[in-house]
């Protein structure tokens, strides 16, 4: 697989996009098999993480970086949700796979926030 030249060296970006893709590729799934409501919440909650990872990246400042990376995290959070309940129903494709990385992706981002919420306290700038 191929990235963008942005994409190269920032591995919150790529993982934030392979994410993005396994999730298109399981809500396809569902709507093959007609789960159309849980596949559009999704579609929707999935994609979302990666373009505000790829938003935060071109944030105006530091607070503003943390506050589009806490939506991502929200954003996560909704998925897992849905992962979950997809894994709870019998008639669902297993999707396993998709909640430990979207588990470990969540671990990444909490850590990209503190330590930016560290550098900005460091500079006694408040949140």
Known sequence: MTFNEKYKDNIILIKSFEFVMHIVKY???LESIKKFVIS???????TSIG???KEAQNAESKKDFIHKMKI?????DETEYW???CNS???Y???DK????LEESIKIFNRIISSSVKSINKKNVKL
């Not at 559009?40 to 999935?46: M, R, V």
């Open 51 to 53: 373009a505000k990872i």
């Open 93 to 95: 494709p297993y999707s």
């Open 72 to 76: 991502a995290i929200k954003e996560a």
């Open 98 to 101: 998709l909640l430990k990385g």
């Open 89 to 91: 129903i019998q008639q």
């Open 83 to 85: 992962l979950y309940l």
């Open 40 to 46: 559009k919440q999704l579609i929707k909650s999935g």
């Open 27 to 29: 809500t396809e799934e």
